[in-house]
């Protein structure tokens, strides 16, 4: 809850530009990206951080933001991209997100992330997905079950859990459409 504080407080600030590192990353595939230039500039974004030997909250994001990306495609709303960037680039190789793109059958607009140490934590300072205590921000096992959402073209980006119900999260990230509310899921705030 505290981090989710931290977080919340200091998204105006981190956002006021609306641009974010335009550092390397490599995905499942093992093509590369400039984040900012190649996957961010002009779309409409969901980012997350993970590792793929996460037992405890990856798992579960992982099942809810599947299932936001099915409501997303029910409603027609096909032209968002869901970047998931590893924690650990070490031991996630492109062959290991392969892996677990594949095992879990993730859709094609959501591709799984890696980079060298430096420039993942450049980007998990950047969306604010850190905490101030440093013993607490080392450790992989508390890190953040946050989703950050992101129009870039109109420069709105909010943040959500990506713990909560589905619905709920699919609506919230409708909300930096020109259009969401004709998207809206009834009764899921």
């Excluded at 961010?40 to 990306?69: A, D, H, Q």
């Excluded at 869901?82 to 924690?87: E, G, V, W």
């Excluded at 079950?145 to 999260?169: E, Q, V, Y």
Aim: net charge neutral; glycine share 4%.
């Amino acid at each position: 809850m505290r981090l989710l504080i931290l977080l919340l407080a200091a998204i105006p600030a981190l956002f006021a530009a609306d641009e974010l590192p335009n550092v390397k990353v490599t995905d499942h595939t093992g093509r590369s990206y400039f984040f900012q230039k190649d996957l961010v500039e002009g779309k409409i974004v969901v980012i997350n951080f993970f590792y793929s030997e996460c037992k405890n909250l990856c798992p579960m994001m992982t099942t809810n933001i599947k299932r936001v990306n099915q409501l997303l495609a029910e409603r027609n709303v096909n032209d968002i991209y869901f970047y998931s960037i590893s924690l650990d680039p070490e031991k996630d190789t492109v062959e290991k997100l392969a892996e677990y793109h594949q095992l879990r059958s993730l859709p094609a607009n959501w591709k799984l992330l890696r980079a060298s140490w430096a420039d993942m934590e450049e980007l998990r300072h950047a969306v604010g997905f850190f905490d101030r205590d440093p013993a607490i921000d080392a450790d992989r096992a508390q890190h953040s079950g946050m989703l950050r959402i992101g129009n870039a073209p109109l420069g709105r980006w909010i943040a959500t859990s990506a713990t909560g119900k589905p619905a709920m999260i699919t609506n919230r990230i409708l909300t930096v459409l020109p259009y969401s509310r004709a998207h809206a899921i009834p009764g899921a705030e």
